[in-house]
């Protein structure tokens, strides 16, 4: 039986990082100490990492209110402000019905179907999804309706994929439904390989039920009796959770044999994959289940037509099946509101970089990156001022400020040189160099690369090689039309996404920053100061009044100078890590 009394803790991975456990053991141990009868539970991410630890408490006094930036220590004074007291602590609260609280604004501007469940239910208690009408949308389509019906509801939502390349999903499954067969599969993608992506993890570790009966409702519409999630292997705590789910949804007759005595019959699997980042092209994970090397392989057959085993095969994000089972319920009509004309619904964003409001958000399609970044993000951290932001991980590109009023869906993302991507976005500072941004992300997709294709294989290598040297200062007249050169070669030859994309960081870098580069070839200088062997630390004979606190600081022994007199750094030996600048009180190291 519920208790008038809940408290809820956020212990989702970045609730567990910022010491969410032993928040959990405070409140258990001051509940006991006060003899205060609650029921305690632990929730997903509500989406604020920044504010993590949270802890939220349910009572009749105040209804909700969410209680942020904890620590351990915080929580007796906080328990004892809201339950013995009656008179919480304002400065503590983030978001409440009553208080409001400091983060309210930024929960309004959301737009929660995704997200819906995750920071509220116990993602480990069937009964909790079930109270919010979970398996709900799962009985209405196994009771009421035709694989044909739901195929078309999924069609007039206008929902598009959100693994990337935003395929538009009801075609997909009328695909996979046409196909004769006698048998068919479904697979929900849940690599996440981007580098800042975190959307699908947390979405798993906060709702997986959702993603289940979304994987359920695709099974009966096309066709298919078994499915398989492939997650990867670092996502132990999304790989638990989906686990028990299963369980427990086979175990109240939601999964298995005759399914609601529907006569529907539907069996999961989570596959667990190695992490790499090419495993997440369909082609490539489906031959990773098969116990194959995850390597791409051509298109057409799709999987639609031959996929799992030769068998028809939808696939879908871990994302675009969260959303089934809210449009099923509400209807197709409803979700379609949301959004523009070609991109409906809404998206979630993994926000990082330097962003004060750093975690997962989901937004309407169609707001702008600039409402994403600062009414929804809070804006650049320590009011620094806004270089870029980076969407789509590395198959997508640096988005500058003249063009932040791009509204945030498929089309006009990819008019900027970007694209959507699966969602992480990455907010850069005037302290980010672009050059090494695109280093960062061609390195990235250099390693991952399978190297089937010598255009991918080795194309990516020169561009790399080309890049390493303009941010060493070894930069050379032509780098950068090299550079391009090689771009549209790999596109063109390369045979998946991987290399297709490959390059897009390097281009929309150069479209954008040109100058940047420029600098780092003809004047051999880094104008964010990044770069760093082509910055230079001096101590200033003026300023310096020999107090030593930067050769305390140095890590190698780099900085001579006796008591109170000016102290002097041996270049050869300076390996540029900073420390010296950090150390001394005077201004007297400069960066040059
Ligand atoms: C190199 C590479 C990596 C990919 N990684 C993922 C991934 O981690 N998750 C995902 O859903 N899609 C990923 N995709 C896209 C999938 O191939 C596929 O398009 C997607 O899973 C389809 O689902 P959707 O229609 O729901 O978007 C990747 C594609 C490429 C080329
Ligand atoms: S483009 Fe790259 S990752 Fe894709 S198949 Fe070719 S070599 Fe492999
Ligand atoms: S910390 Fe600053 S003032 Fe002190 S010795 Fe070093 S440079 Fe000089
Ligand atoms: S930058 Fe680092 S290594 Fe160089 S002098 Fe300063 S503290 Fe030493």
């Not at 390097?506 to 070839?521: A, M, N, Q």
């Not at 006796?562 to 750094?569: D, F, P, Q, S, Y």
Request: hydrophobic share 35%; aromatic share 8%.
């Amino acid at each position: 039986m519920e208790k008038a009394l809940r408290i809820k803790v956020g212990l989702a991975s970045c609730g567990i990082a910022a010491g969410g456990l032993d928040v959990l053991e405070k409140v258990e141990a001051f509940l006991k100490d006060h003899q205060v009868e609650a029921q305690l539970d632990h929730t997903g991410c509500a989406g604020m990492c920044y504010a993590e630890v949270l802890m939220e408490i349910e009572d009749e006094d105040f209804g909700s209110t969410m209680y942020g930036y904890l620590s351990a220590d915080d929580v007796d004074d906080i328990l004892h402000a809201h339950l013995i007291d009656k008179k919480p602590l304002p400065e503590h609260i983030v978001v409440s019905e009553k208080f409001g609280g400091s983060e309210k604004e930024i929960i309004d501007y959301q737009t929660r179907i995704v997200l819906r469940n995750c920071g509220v239910i116990d993602p480990e208690s069937i009964d909790e999804y079930i109270s919010r009408g979970g398996y709900e949308a799962l009985k209405k389509t196994l009771t009421d309706l035709s694989p044909f019906d739901v195929i078309e509801e999924i069609k007039q939502s206008g929902l598009r994929g959100r693994g990337g390349g935003g395929f538009p999903t009801g075609i997909k499954w009328e695909l996979t439904y046409k196909e004769q067969s006698d048998k068919k599969y479904i697979i929900c993608n849940a690599d996440e390989g981007d580098p800042g992506a975190f959307m699908d993890r947390s979405v798993l570790e906060g709702d997986p039920h959702c993603v289940l009966e979304g994987m359920l409702i695709a099974g009966y519409a096309v066709g298919a009796d078994e499915g398989y999630i492939y997650c990867r292997a670092e996502y132990p705590l999304a790989v638990k959770r989906l686990k028990l789910a299963i369980d427990k949804a086979t175990e109240r007759g939601f999964l298995g044999e005759n399914i609601l005595d529907s006569g529907f019959n539907f069996k999961l699997t989570v596959y667990e994959g190695a992490g790499a980042f090419v495993c997440g092209e369909e082609t490539a994970l489906i031959a990773s289940i098969e116990g194959r090397r995850g390597m791409p392989r051509i298109r057409p057959p799709y999987p639609a037509q031959s996929g799992l085993w030769g068998k028809p095969t939808n696939n879908n994000n871990v994302e675009t099946y969260a959303n089934i089972a809210w449009i099923m319920r509400n209807g197709a009509k409803k979700y379609a509101k949301f959004g523009t004309e070609k991109s409906k619904g809404t998206k979630v964003f993994a926000l990082t970089g330097k962003i004060k409001n750093g975690g997962l958000v989901e937004v309407p399609m169609g707001m702008t990156l600039r409402d994403v970044i600062y009414k929804v993000g809070g804006g650049i951290l320590d009011d620094k001022k806004f270089k870029a932001v980076q969407l789509g991980g590395p198959s997508g590109g640096c988005i500058p400020e003249s063009l932040l009023d791009t509204p945030v869906d498929y089309d006009s993302l990819v008019k900027t040189g970007a694209i959507m991507g699966s969602g992480g976005m990455v907010v850069m500072d005037e302290t980010t160099c672009m050059v090494d941004m695109a280093r960062f992300f061609l390195n990235f997709t250099q390693d991952e690369s399978c190297g089937k294709c010598t255009f991918c294989r080795i194309g990516t290598k020169r561009m790399l090689e080309i890049l390493n040297r303009i941010t060493q200062g070894k930069g050379e007249e032509g780098d950068i039309e090299k550079l391009e050169e090689l771009s549209v070669k790999i596109k063109k030859g390369s045979l998946c996404g991987l290399g297709q994309t490959a390059p897009n960081p390097v281009l929309t870098t150069i479209k954008y920053f040109r100058h940047e580069y420029e600098t780092h070839i003809k004047d051999k200088t880094c104008p964010a100061g990044l770069c760093k062997d082509l910055i230079k630390y001096e101590i200033i004979e003026d300023k310096c009044i020999g107090c030593g606190a930067c050769k305390r600081a140095c890590p190698v022994d780099a900085i001579a100078g006796e008591r109170k007199e000016v102290h002097i750094i041996n270049q050869d030996t300076c390996i540029k890590c900073g420390a010296c600048m950090t150390a001394c009180k005077f201004d007297a190291v400069k960066k040059s």
